[in-house]
């Protein structure tokens, strides 16, 4: 068979510059063949190869004493004590997800999975961060519709608990949703595999679905805008197969319970040619394979395809030579396809056969180490300054400030998300100790007596504004998140979302909020191990707003210690930790987007000093049963806050009498929405108040007593007040009916 | 006393299952691969939820062609106690031990939430002293859990005893509200005419803590220990 | 040989799929369609037999396996 000729032209179809084309020749010494071009192209592609920010992850605190495995790896490992840990990630299937929502989402809860197994750990948990374009977009409520199934159907199949998430919609978003699923699992010390092929000779082991030309450039898709020709584009969208997924995770752990194997990788984006490349990459080795081996489902692929595919539910395994019966056996217990591809070779040159000839030769040092670095120019918006504008004596006065409260509530963003993960099984594994609905999920540890606490944060609105400080505010928000349940937080993993890296501005954004984050993280002593970048999202040239996710991990030594957000009894007093944080803040704020139709200013002011000290009384509050719930302010403010601790529990709602904690002089409006960053709603039993206060004195945190939990109503004193059932009944069918979903 | 977890490929809710009856209740039991064509030395089964097959075709309808299955049919011939919990139901369903169907949940979407059940009847090895009209809190989770059967055969159930847990609502009135999925008669769980073998879609083995939220699921465990104990006598 | 086989609930079996189905229908503008039940479609290829024998074998299946007698029906259609 002759193979398509390999020119320049092509090279540049295949998203590789003149000057990545160049490098590859200097490399080979020849013209690429055309499988060696897919795969320059696959590895060399933004997703792949982050040329356009590894320059900047760089910055990212990525070791700690509790972290085992920081990036680099398919996921990352972070200590919990007792001869365990904990190994999670966060990734993207934003692409995807808008050609083919329901497949895309499974999909991407597919990959995300396969990443923390194939470290030898179990999930026990997944939760994920979505963002749509305005709720009254016509394709809008088919998106939502599309991937929370798709989710569902993925995750509940598995049987790994959706637990927590975010969902949140902007305008920004229309033409480009985001879809960043997080899997977090737990593995003991000794039973941690790494994908990497060591041990010349050594059998290189295929095991999994058969490959099909799904998905064929996938990787390439997610390196590039959407335009008119995106439909066209469909057939790359790869359809998942949760119950082979189930039988390989089964199979995997039995496996990996022996010690029969060397390394072991998933097969994501760019299937086969990462997987191997990079455990030959990680291992210093190289290996040889002969793609007449490999389970196929379709007639006639040719190698370029059989490399590049993106078929699901496939594995690369490196066993130790003379175990290859044991892994073959284990495979066919669990009907799964399993074939020895190839074996380690000692020369670091990947080769690749095909019908008794040599398609593919690479120097895999090479490939690794010319891989192309960028460090693209990064320039602040001409705009900036007046993005940053605001004045909020301008803004008109509301005439009904009950009426705007209950607006915000009943809106998309704050209103109870019961409706999303309602459609998750999130009890399977009997883990789950807080359910979703409260700042954090938090799971047990079986065995121990500790606790997980789990939140998925980022305000993009705030990132937009200013991308420094929201990169900051996304870490500490996240932090405060665990915090609150009782948790201290040991690592974090990063889906960062943005638009075209060839565009200054948009580099600009990129680099400020990986410094914000990083400050933050070096501040708070919360290493970043593991993290996911997902560039151009844009359409039409119009991108997203920076949307750096953070999913924050936390530790509970005492899972009984652990916190909810909402009010539990009649009596309770209400106090507020980091009163002196409060301010008049409405930059970026949901209330000046939602009523007044502005996104402008600048995002509150953090203190990270502040930050760390309130993430450690929260702990020790938790710790020492002096609070009841805690819930941290965030979007809507003071009055939501308060209303969300009001009516988000369980039970019916609960009432509160409070005063205004600002000065009287403020507007109104502004009391009650203003968004603030450190300021934490909490609950105590009167006989613990003492206590409480002490302890915030240790550590200089100013508190402030407003009121008392119960009533028929929650009431802000002299601002506001609305009946506390009523509230409830807004805030739990607001969801649906802004969506025009059938609730 | 041993109890047999039974685990396909796809089972998901086996180890919960297990957790339940050997951490919580403080039972033997040993989880039992879908190969295996015997159930000797066992003095229960369970048969755990999950996606067995993928649920292709139908829900359980695969599952139902495996060896262990016909073990527990002369398992359940013999008296001894069964329960099918969400897949497990579908699968005692399409293998005939329990007559009806499932079909898609009337909101066609995948539920997961805390319901209410009435017990109806305490004859069978679960519910043993569980008195008419106890109310316990138990969560669902599942896609196909709306139960069908033909009226004749409904009206059967009911004569006969069968209807073993209804969909209510938390003061035990059994009401359209109430009721997660749609199911014919607010129907959460019946039994054999023997009244050994139980199927429910609700999930037990989810709330048999207070950790949990709930522990009524270990009612329905702890009335199995009871019965057994006193077979034995 | 080929077969095709239909699987569709049987008349009186609630269709909730289906009846959402013609809801979105309407919601398109594509009004007259009255109603719409959901089935399954699966083709069968069979090794040589006769028709009498093919017929024979896939009852069985229908029977055994493919269709759910409680709720379902089934249609067989040899060849084409």
């Given amino acids: 068979m002759k193979e398509k000729p390999v020119t320049p032209e092509l090279a540049r179809e295949h998203g590789l510059s003149a000057e990545e084309y160049g490098t590859v020749l200097g490399i080979l010494g020849r013209t690429p063949s055309l499988t060696e071009l897919g795969i320059f192209s696959v590895m060399w592609s933004e997703h792949c190869s982050y040329k356009s920010s590894r320059i900047h992850l760089k910055k990212f605190p990525t070791k700690g004493a509790r972290v085992l495995q920081g990036p680099g790896e398919n996921a990352g490992i972070v200590d919990i004590g007792d001869g365990l840990a904990v190994v999670f990630k966060m990734e993207s299937h934003n692409h995807p997800s808008f050609i083919e929502p329901y497949q895309g989402a499974a999909t991407g809860v597919g990959g995300i999975l396969r990443d923390v197994f194939t470290m030898g750990a179990r999930p026990i948990a997944s939760l994920n961060s979505l963002r749509f374009g305005r709720p009254d977009h016509p394709r809008t409520r088919y998106l939502v519709s599309g991937v929370v199934s798709g989710i569902a159907g993925y995750g509940n199949c598995i049987g790994v608990p959706t637990v927590g998430g975010e969902v949140s919609f902007d305008e920004c978003y229309d033409g480009n949703i985001l879809v960043n699923a997080f899997t977090l699992g737990v593995v003991r010390h000794e039973r941690i595999w790494l994908g990497t092929a060591a041990g010349v000779g050594n059998p290189v082991i295929y095991v999994g679905s058969k490959t099909g030309r799904d998905g064929i450039h996938g990787a390439t898709m997610a390196s590039g805008e959407f335009d008119e020709k995106s439909e066209e584009k469909r057939p790359t969208v790869q359809v998942g197969a949760p119950f082979t997924e189930k039988l390989l995770l089964e199979a995997c752990l039995e496996l990996m319970r022996t010690d029969a194997i060397v390394g072991i990788q998933d097969m994501g984006a760019a299937g086969l040619t990462s997987s191997s490349f990079e455990m030959a990459s990680r291992g210093g080795t190289g290996f040889l394979m002969d793609l007449d081996r490999v389970p196929q489902r379709e007639e006639g692929m040719t190698p370029y395809e059989l490399m590049l595919s993106e078929s699901q539910e496939r594995m690369l395994i490196v066993a130790k030579k003379g175990r290859e019966d044991e892994v073959r056996e284990i495979f066919e217990k669990w009907d799964l396809d399993v074939s020895v591809i190839g074996e380690v070779a000692g020369d670091g040159i990947g080769r690749v056969r095909w019908h008794g000839k040599t398609v593919a030769e690479i120097p895999i040092a090479a490939l690794t180490d010319k891989a192309p670095l960028y460090d693209r120019p990064a320039v602040r918006p001409e705009g900036q300054d007046a993005l940053q504008g605001l004045d909020p004596a301008g803004l008109p006065v509301p005439s009904d400030l009950g009426e705007t409260w209950v607006r915000l509530l009943s809106g998309s963003e704050l209103a109870d998300k019961k409706w999303v993960y309602r459609q998750y099984d999130h009890m399977i594994r009997t883990n789950t100790l807080i359910l979703p609905g409260s700042d954090a999920a938090v799971l047990r540890v079986k065995g121990t007596r500790k606790g997980i606490a789990l939140s998925v944060d980022c305000n993009s609105r705030y990132c937009y504004l200013d991308p420094f400080v929201g990169g900051m505010i996304a870490v500490c928000e996240g932090a405060r998140n665990v915090a609150c349940s009782g948790a201290e937080p040991i690592g974090l993993s990063d889906c960062l979302n943005f638009g075209n890296p060839e565009k200054p501005e948009v580099m600009w954004q990129f680099r400020s909020a990986i410094e914000g984050m990083a400050k933050a993280c070096e501040t708070l002593g919360i290493p970043v191990v593991s993290g996911n970048v997902s560039f151009y999202n844009e359409t039409m040239g119009r991108g997203i707003h920076p949307t750096p996710a953070v999913a924050m991990v936390g530790l509970l030594e005492d899972a009984s210690k652990r916190r909810v957000q909402w009010f539990s009894t009649d009596g309770d007093l209400i106090l507020l930790a980091g009163a002196d944080r409060l301010g008049v803040h409405l930059g970026g704020s949901l209330y000046l987007k939602e009523v007044h139709g502005k996104v402008a200013g600048t995002p509150p002011p953090i203190d990270l000093a502040h930050e760390k000290r309130l993430l450690e009384f929260l702990r020790e509050a938790a710790e020492a049963d002096l609070v009841a719930s805690a819930h941290d302010l965030a979007e809507g403010g003071f009055a939501c806050a308060l209303a969300e601790s009001c009516v988000s529990g369980p039970g019916s709602a609960m009432g509160a009498r409070v005063i205004n904690p600002f000065p009287e002089t403020i507007r109104p409006d502004f009391a009650m929405f203003s968004e603030c960053q450190g300021v934490v709603l909490l609950s105590c039993a009167p006989a613990k108040r003492d206590a409480l206060l002490d302890l915030a004195r240790r550590f200089r945190i100013t508190m402030r007593e407003l009121g008392v939990v119960g009533g028929e109503f929650v009431d802000v004193e002299g601002l506001a007040r609305v009946g506390a059932a009523e509230l409830r009944t807004v805030w739990s069918e607001g969801f649906a009916s802004t969506l025009g979903l059938e609730g | 006393m041993k109890t047999a977890v039974l685990v396909f490929p796809g089972s998901n809710c086996d180890h919960d299952a297990y957790h339940a009856l050997k951490h919580v209740v403080g039972v033997e039991a040993e989880f039992v691969w879908h190969k295996q064509a015997t159930l000797d030395g066992f003095d229960a089964v369970v048969i755990p939820g999950g996606f067995t097959y993928g649920d292709y075709l139908r829900s359980g309808a695969m599952a139902k062609l495996s060896p262990v299955m016909g073990a527990v049919r002369r398992f359940a011939e013999g008296g001894g106690p069964v329960i099918g919990i969400c897949n497990g139901f579908q699968i005692l369903l399409e293998a005939d031990l329990l007559p009806g169907a499932m079909i898609v949940n009337d909101s066609l979407r995948f539920v997961c939430d805390y319901v209410h059940l009435r017990a109806c009847t305490d004859r069978t090895p679960f519910t043993r002293g569980i008195p008419d009209g106890s109310v316990l809190r138990i969560p669902v989770a599942h896609y196909q859990g709306n139960y069908y059967a033909d009226e004749s055969t409904l009206s059967s159930l009911e004569e006969r005893g069968q209807v073993v847990f209804r969909y209510c609502d938390p003061e035990g009135e059994v009401t359209k509200e109430s009721n997660p999925n749609g199911s014919a008669r607010n129907i959460a769980g019946i039994c054999n005419e023997a009244g050994n073998v139980l199927g429910m879609m609700p999930h037990p083995e989810r709330c048999a803590e207070e950790a949990m939220g709930s522990a009524d699921g270990r009612r329905l465990f702890d009335a199995m220990v009871a019965w057994l104990g006193e077979k034995r006598g | ?80």
């Fill in chain 3, 1 to 80: 040989m080929k077969a095709k086989i239909y699987v569709t609930l049987k008349r009186g079996v609630l269709d909730p799929q289906g009846k959402a189905i013609r809801a979105s229908l309407s919601h398109l503008g594509i009004d007259g369609v009255e109603d719409v039940r959901v089935g399954k479609f699966m083709e069968v290829t069979l090794k040589e037999v006769g028709v009498d024998e093919a017929r024979r074998l896939l009852d069985e299946a229908c029977r055994r396996l493919l269709a759910n007698t409680v709720i379902e029906e089934y249609r067989i259609e040899i060849g084409g």
